[in-house]
Each structure stands twice: as structure tokens, then as C-alpha cells.
């Protein structure tokens, strides 16, 4: 029984990992741009499917066709650079509206390019077995994503603490004028938080593609709990959504064993919850 | 009146006179297969074209659209030519309904077909006897719509021509039942679909076979990509066998993920209602796993007749793709009511109606009668087994498993 439990939750965990590489950009670019990037799940597809497109241009070999994700920082920085940069200084309601443009946009320019019926290559070869843990089966490939959100979760950090482009972010983050006034360019700075958000989620959508099946429109899919896990674990707080990633991934696992029925209900009553008791979320900060 | 009108004027004249008296004296009421039709008819069609189960209105729409070009060359139904369009009906009942009043109330639409979604079925079935058109559908498969709705309820416009859930929830078992396996478990939809074919499959195995228990049950949401936690969830009480009726690309992805999770080498079978699908054939490619048993709702294979053989090779001329099991209903709703059109000599709704019921049909996927009580088409279908030919671009079915309709069919009065 222990066993099991555990095994559910590990399987949790490593799902979590997908939602966790959109919620961490998310989450940075909203900490340092405030802007709440609605078309942040757009970078999840679109990193899916520029993998895809390389994946067949290299013969299926998919360590290689993830060279194509730079392809991502290119739109996100045509993006920033052309159309939300003129946004910043306006009501949030104008930034929700270009942002859910950008969405209607990126949708309609899959669908064009790449088709609207679902795909799904193979499962990289190397990968596509099982391992024995705690006795059963469990897919090598979810340990790999486990990995490589551990991995992910450690780099950022060390990024933004450890460095001094770190220091620079936290900085603009803090107070934009005065980073500006003590000669940090923030405008260059803005956009390269924004392309590197987008590049984590565009990572993400590219590890999902040899087991899910893409589509457009998967990128709603995931935002809507990307929102949900930033949310839990405060705006623009990164460990915070980490672990709300791994809270609402456990949340899933264990829901569909003990409440299938109220599954889906679970991560929004999570956030009901927390924006009851703290709105400013679990590791946010509280304002003013 | 210019030259030209009053010409074509005295030739419309002249054509209906004669037309009149070619009837002679005594002949009585005008043989319906005489009559012309003067306006275009219009068919409304719908089914899902976003999203992860988008593939789906593609291929519907090619099927229908192969029908409407066909006839069309050869003169149209009794000289008017057939217009077509579809919309999204997006899963989304409400979405449906919008669809269903837009097309009678604004585009003018004779007849409906399409629709995806068992729920939606329902919610747009409600409605016909209002809008009062003839909706022939081509997909969904509830067997509420043909019990209720139909045969209950008294909903006369209502039809569908695709195979209901008898396929996946009563023939399965009877082809389940000769299998060694005594535990089953399943990772389903959370809809109607999912629920209905899940509780037949164990009411049907049951009687044949006392000793089989299910013991684990999973159903994923609409629009799951993780099927994970459910497949740990239900190989954690280590079920021999799984029934699943996932589709699309959630059928695509379940397969992938049940793979790594060692699921095929841990159980002794794999059944999948859809998973004969072309879509899901070519999604997963040459990951299929070997054995799995599946079905669908038209195999291209299936029967060997002449008909079905043209039906592939023109559909591959036209599409340079393989026609998908919707492709084929699309195809055939769209027939049935040329059929029924020149039976009656009407494209009202009421003469089609009458007209459709009881009507046998020669189609690419074998012969479909459409019964009377619930205006249900009767026809088989095979499940079979996934095997990988050099020949085709995708899986192909092997070991095919035919049972004569009646046979599970569940029958009016459906007591």
C-alpha cells in the first residue's frame, strides 16, 4: 500500500515537471516585466512543434532537434522587442488583450503550418523503456524529466543569485527606476528575461512531445494551471512555484486515486484557498 | 423583358409542358423519380476541428466532400446540385446547438450530418423536431440517441448512419470472453462515451463469463495529456487486461505513455474500441504495439466487395490518404439522403424521414439497413488485431473478428 502511494507520487512528480518549466517563466517574467504573458503557453506549443519540425528535417533523432528551440527566442524577442514593450506603461487590461491576441495568433499560425490534426513522434530511442522502481515499471523518460526540472530549478537559481546578471534582474525587479537610474538598461534587460521565460517554456513543450501527442491549442491547456501554480506560489516567486508545481502535481496523482471525482476541482480549490488565506501566495511577497 | 429572358422564359415554359404531358392520361400521381428539384440542397455539417481530437473534422469533411463531388458530376440529386459546408461544433454542446440554428435558420440548410461528441448529439437531437430538418449523424455514438431520443422520445428526424457504442461496450466482450484473462481494468473518458461502453463491456462479459472481475477503473478528463497517475493507479492492483476507449490523440498518448509504463509486457491483452482509427494508426506509427485488439467504425479493409474497393482507391486519389472511419460514415450519410431524396421525390422533411427509414443501403462498408423504430443503421464492423505490413504507411488489422450485427445489436424495444 506504502508502495503504491509512493509510486502514484512519484509519477506525480515527474508530470509536474512539464507544468513546472511554464510556470517558471511565467512566474520570472511576471516578477520582472509584470506582465501577466497570457501567450506564454503559445511558447510551450510552439517549442513543441519547432522540435518536431527539426525532428524530421534530422531523421528522428531527437537530442538533435531540440537545437531547434533557439527558434523560440527569436519570436518571443520579435514579441517583447515590437509589441509588448509598448504595453508596459498601460492598464493591465491592454496587456491582457495583446497577450491573448498573440495567443489567437500563434494558434491560427500552427494550425496553418503544421496542420490541425494532433502528432506524435517516437519516444527517443534509449528512452523509451522501463525501470524497475519500488518493483513496478516506471518510465525512464519521467525520470529524465524529473532530472531535468531538478536540474532547471538549481540553474535559475543559481542564475539569479549567484551571478551578477542575477543581481541585475533582481535589481530591475525590485524597483525599475532606480536600476534604470544607476545605468542598468532595462529595456535590453526586459527582453531578455522575456526570451529566456520563453525558451524554459518552449523546453518544456519540446521534452513533451515524444510522449504527448501535440495539438494546436495544447498551449491553453497547460496555462491555465501554469496561472494556477504561480498564483499558489506567488507571483513572481520561483522556489514558489516550483514547489506549488510539485504540490499541484501530487494534488493530481493522488486525485485521481482517492476523488476521481472532484479531481479537476482540486488545484482550483487549492487556489481558492490560498488566495483566501494569503493572496499574496504561499512564497510571494506581501505588498505595500 | 429583354430578348434573352423571354427566350429562356418560353423554354422553361415549353420544358414543364412537356414535362406534364409526358406523364399522359391516366398515369395518376407523377412518379417521384420523375421530378426535378430546381434549388441547390444544402447540407450542414459538423463535427470537431480544434483541439486534440481536430483530426477528426478533416477527415469527415473529405468523406462528405468526395460524396458531394461524385454527385455532383453525375447530375446532382434529380438535377440540383449539392452545397456543403461545415463548423466546428468544438465537443461543446451549446457551441452545437449555435451550429445546428445558424445553418436552418440562416444558411438554409435541407439536411445536417456530422457531430463528434456523444453529448452534443443529444443536445442537437433535441432540437430537430423544432428545426424540423433531417439530421443524419456520422460519428457520436451514444446509445441513448437511437434508444431515447429516437425510439423513446419520438424523434423522427433524428438518424445515424456509424455504429453505436454496441461495437465498443457489447462486441468487445464477445470477443473478450475467449480471452485467458480473468482481471480487467480500464482508463476511460469521463463523459458519456467512455461511462456507457465501460458498463456494457462488464454487463456483457459478465453473463458469458461469471469468473472475469474488474478490478480497477480510471476515467481521465477531456483534454488529458498525463495519463500517468491513471496508469499507475490501475497497474498498481496488476489487472491481466485493459479496456480503454480513448480516442484521438488521447488514445495516441495512452498507448505512448502505457508503453513506457511496461503495461504490454505486464498484461495479456489491450482493447481499444477506437484505436482502429486511422488517425490514431498513423499517430502512433510503428509504436503500436503488436496484438493490441482495436476496432473503429468502418475499416478500410472490410468487407472485400467492389464497392468498398472503389470507395478507398477514389478517396486516395482525391486525399492521398487512407479514408478514416468517419470519412466513410460522412461519405454515406451523404448518399443515404440522395437516396432517400429520390425515393421520395422530396426534400421535405418529413417525406426524407419516411423515406430513409427502413431503407437498405449498398455502402463502402457493407450493406446498412436502417431500422424503422430507432433509425438506427444496422451494419458490421470487425475488431482485430494491430500488425506491422511493409505495405502500408501505418498499422494494419489482422485477425479480423467479424459477428453479424444482429447478433449485438441491442434491439427496439431495448427493454
Keep these: 500500500m506504502i508502495e503504491a ?92 488583450l495583446l497577450t491573448f491576441a498573440f495567443v489567437l495568433i500563434f494558434d491560427d499560425l500552427t494550425r ?27 518510465p525512464l523518460y519521467n525520470l529524465f ?11 535559475l537559481w543559481l542564475l539569479l543569485e549567484r551571478t551578477r546578471w542575477g543581481r541585475l534582474i533582481r535589481a530591475a525587479a ?41 495539438s494546436p491549442g495544447m498551449g491553453e491547456l497547460i496555462i491555465i494551471e501554469a496561472f494556477i501554480v504561480v498564483v499558489v506560489g506567488g507571483l513572481g516567486s520561483l522556489t514558489g512555484a516550483f514547489l506549488s508545481a510539485l504540490l499541484i502535481g501530487l494534488l493530481h496523482a493522488y486525485g485521481i486515486v482517492f476523488l476521481p471525482v472532484f479531481e479537476m476541482a482540486l488545484a482550483f480549490i487549492l487556489m481558492a484557498v490560498v488566495l483566501i488565506l494569503r493572496p499574496w501566495g504561499l512564497f510571494g511577497v506581501r505588498e505595500g | 423583358m429583354r430578348r434573352r429572358d423571354f427566350l429562356k422564359a418560353g423554354l422553361v415554359g415549353t420544358a414543364s409542358l412537356l414535362g406534364a404531358g409526358a406523364l399522359g392520361p391516366g398515369e395518376g400521381g407523377a412518379a417521384p423519380a420523375a421530378k426535378r428539384l430546381t434549388k441547390p440542397i444544402r447540407i450542414g455539417g459538423q463535427a470537431v476541428m480544434s483541439g486534440p481530437l481536430g483530426g477528426y473534422g478533416q477527415f469527415m469533411r473529405m468523406g462528405a466532400q468526395l460524396a458531394v463531388e461524385e ?34 435558420d440562416v444558411w438554409k440548410a435541407d439536411f445536417l450530418i456530422g457531430i463528434d461528441s456523444s453529448s452534443v448529439a443529444l443536445a442537437v437531437g433535441a432540437i430537430m423536431p423544432q428545426l424540423d430538418r433531417v439530421l443524419v449523424v456520422t460519428h457520436a455514438a451514444t446509445e441513448k440517441l437511437n434508444e431515447q431520443l429516437v ?73 488529458t495529456v498525463d495519463f500517468g497517475p491513471h496508469i499507475s493507479k ?19 498518448a495512452l498507448v505512448k505513455q502505457a508503453k513506457l509504463f511496461g503495461v504490454f509486457q505486464n498484461t495479456k491483452a489491450w482493447m481499444c474500441g477506437m484505436g482502429a482509427a486511422m488517425d490514431v494508426l498513423e499517430g502512433l506509427g510503428k509504436d503500436y504495439p503488436e496484438g493490441a485488439w482495436v476496432s473503429c467504425r468502418y475499416w478500410f479493409q472490410y ?86 505490413d511493409r505495405n502500408y504507411p501505418f498499422p494494419i488489422l489482422t485477425d479480423l473478428r467479424v459477428v453479424p450485427a444482429d447478433q449485438y445489436y441491442r434491439h427496439p424495444p431495448f427493454a
Design chain 1, 145 to 155: 524529466i524529473l532530472g531535468v526540472g531538478v536540474a532547471l530549478g538549481v540553474g
Design chain 2, 151 to 223: 425510439f423513446k422520445q419520438g424523434i423522427r428526424q433524428v438518424f445515424r448512419i456509424s455504429v453505436p457504442v454496441y461495437q465498443d461496450g457489447i462486441l468487445s466482450a464477445m470477443i473478450a470472453r475467449d480471452f485467458p484473462v480473468r482481471t480487467w481494468a480500464t482508463i476511460s473518458p469521463d463523459y458519456e462515451y467512455g461511462h456507457t461502453s465501460w458498463k456494457m463491456f462488464r454487463e456483457t462479459l459478465k453473463r458469458f463469463r461469471p469468473d472475469v472481475e474488474f478490478v480497477a477503473e480510471s476515467f481521465a478528463k477531456f483534454g
Design chain 2, 303 to 388: 468487407p472485400n466487395t467492389a464497392e468498398n474497393r472503389r470507395f478507398v482507391s477514389r478517396f486516395r486519389e482525391r486525399w492521398q490518404k487512407y479514408p478514416h472511419y468517419v470519412s466513410e460514415t460522412s461519405y454515406s450519410a451523404v448518399y443515404a439522403l440522395k437516396g432517400a431524396v429520390e425515393k421520395s421525390g422530396s426534400i421535405e422533411t418529413a417525406a426524407v424521414a419516411k423515406a430513409l427509414e427502413g431503407m437498405t443501403l449498398t455502402t463502402p462498408a457493407g450493406k446498412r439497413h436502417i431500422r424503422a423504430e430507432d433509425h438506427q443503421a444496422v451494419y458490421e464492423v470487425p475488431w482485430g488485431r494491430i500488425t506491422h
Design chain 2, 234 to 252: 490501475v497497474m498498481a492492483v496488476r489487472p491481466e487486461a485493459i479496456f480503454s476507449t480513448e480516442w484521438g490523440g488521447e488514445a495516441v
Design chain 1, 174 to 214: 525590485m524597483d525599475r527606476e532606480m536600476a534604470s537610474a544607476l545605468g542598468i538598461r532595462v529595456p535590453r534587460l526586459y527582453t531578455a528575461v522575456f526570451v529566456l521565460g520563453a525558451l524554459l517554456a518552449g523546453l518544456g513543450g519540446a521534452l513533451s512531445l515524444p510522449i504527448h501527442a501535440v
Design chain 1, 5 to 96: 502511494l509512493l509510486f502514484q507520487g512519484l509519477v506525480g512528480l515527474s508530470e509536474a515537471m512539464y507544468l513546472w518549466m511554464v510556470a517558471a517563466g511565467l512566474s520570472l517574467i511576471f516578477g520582472v516585466l509584470r506582465v501577466l504573458n497570457f501567450a506564454h503557453g503559445s511558447f510551450y506549443m510552439l517549442g513543441a512543434y519547432l522540435t518536431l519540425t527539426a525532428l524530421r528535417a534530422f531523421g528522428g533523432n531527437f537530442w538533435l532537434a531540440l537545437a531547434a528551440l533557439p527558434g523560440i527566442c527569436v519570436i518571443a524577442w520579435g514579441m517583447e522587442r515590437f509589441f509588448l514593450r509598448h504595453v508596459y506603461h498601460l492598464e493591465v487590461a491592454y496587456q491582457l
Design chain 2, 71 to 104: 454527385i455532383n458530376r453525375a447530375g446532382g440529386i434529380l438535377g440540383a446540385k449539392i452545397e456543403i459546408e461545415f463548423r466546428d461544433e468544438e465537443l461543446k454542446p451549446d457551441v452545437a446547438v449555435r451550429n445546428a440554428r445558424y445553418f436552418v
Design chain 1, 112 to 138: 496553418l503550418v503544421w496542420g490541425p490534426v494532433y502528432q506524435a513522434p517516437p519516444t527517443p530511442r534509449g528512452l523509451d523503456r522501463a525501470v524497475s522502481v519500488l518493483g513496478r515499471p516506471f
